[in-house]
Every structure is written in C-alpha cells, then in structure tokens.
T-cell receptor, first 114, second 111 residues
C-alpha cells in the first residue's frame, strides 16, 4: 500500500525550462491537491481537484497548471520555471469529506530553479 | 527538508515535560481544524482534529483546545518524548475542500 507517491524527489531546472511533478495515489481518494512549502511560510495551496475532470485554484496558482484525467493521478506542470518557484512541493489526497478534509501527504519534491 | 522552517517559532522542552503549541487562525467561518506533524524530510502527518462545535478533544498523549472567541487553537503533548521533535502545523477548513495551513512551530525536545 504505497499511499501518495511523488516523483521526482529532487530536480534542478534552469529559468524558463518546463517540467511536470508527478503525483499518484492508490487509496481511491477523490480529493487531491498540491502545496508548496517555503521557509517560514508554512504550506500554501496551489491547486486542488475534487474528482477526475475537476480542478480549481488555491492560494498561489500563478505559474502552475494541473489536470485530473484519472482518479489516481494529479500532475503539476511548470510551463516556464522561475527562481521564485524554488520550493518543496507536496501532493496530498483525501476521501474528500467536505468540511472534514484529513490529508495524506506524499514525501515531497524539492525543486531548485537557477 | 532541512531548509524548511528555518524561521519558524521554536519551542524547546525537556523530555518528560508537557508541551503546548499555539496557533491563531484567521477565518471566523472555519469550522474544522486539524493539527499535523512534519518530521525532517517527510510530508506532514495527521495528529488530531476538532470541529467548531467542540472546545476540547483528546487523543493518545495529545489534546487540542479550541477557543472560537479569540480564534485560537492549542495542541498539548503530554510527557514529551524525543520522537515528538518536529514542526507542527495547525490547519483550518471553512466547510469546503480547501485546507489552509498556519506557519508552523518547531518543537525541540531536550534529552
């Protein structure tokens, strides 16, 4: 039972490059989300999805795209990376209980943009 | 990772003492609150939750207190152990799916 799996664990990009952070869960969770974590800032919500084909913006969506074609996968795309996107990224999922959303997190992906 | 949380508030306690971690939340409409624990190099893990119609909830060695009047949460850890050393986050839900996190507090446990 893998839970939430994120790849890659580490990535270095140059400014302007694109990449996709992968997230997969095997718990049949309806809800999935992406957070970024910066020093002293806690976790900030980027995008989330309440089911296949449905996505919505969080607190800091600019510069990121998402899609949800299957229940299991929720990739995060950076189309043109900027140094301000250097961060640790966490994917999280849950059963999707509205108003009682207990999240299961992946181990994180550390991204450095030079 | 190791660089996350460099500028977080820090609480240092002696092993065996009780720890109290505080959190002020922002949205008076929030009706569900969760505490998460994050160990170095890992993602956050659920500890305990509380709904807004309660003011106290107890788990194993942990208690969460909610004061809606002043929009304040606290997490109490009894008999703190070295394994409790981590960053602790409070989070709030406003009845939908968005979970908004606080900045976190780093707990150091001295042996």
């Amino acid at each position: 039972n893998a839970g939430v799996t994120q790849t890659p664990k580490f990535q270095v990009l140059k400014t302007g490059q694109s990449m996709t952070l992968q997230c997969a869960q095997d718990m049949n969770h309806e809800y999935m989300s992406w957070y970024r974590q910066d020093p002293g800032m806690g976790l900030r919500l980027i995008h989330y999805s309440v089911g296949a084909g449905i996505t919505d913006q969080g607190e800091v969506p600019n510069g990121y795209n998402v899609s949800r074609s299957t229940t299991e996968d929720f990739p995060l795309r950076l189309l043109s990376a900027a140094p301000s996107q250097t961060s640790v990224y966490f994917c999280a999922s849950s059963l999707g209980d509205r108003g009682a959303n207990v999240l299961t997190f992946g181990a994180g992906s550390r991204l450095t943009v030079l | 990772g190791e660089s996350v949380g460099l500028h977080l508030p820090t609480l240092s306690v002696q092993e065996g003492d009780n720890s109290i971690i505080n959190c002020a939340y922002s949205n008076s409409a929030s009706d569900y609150f969760i505490w998460y624990k994050q160990e170095s190099g890992k993602g956050p893990q659920f500890i305990i939750d509380i709904r807004s119609n309660m003011d106290k909830r107890q788990g194993q060695r942990v208690t969460v207190l909610l004061n809606k009047t002043v929009k304040h949460l606290s997490l109490q850890i009894a008999a703190t152990q070295p394994g409790d050393s981590a960053v602790y986050f409070c989070a709030e839900n406003t009845g939908g799916f968005k979970t908004i996190f606080g900045a976190g507090t780093r707990l150091f446990v001295k042996a």
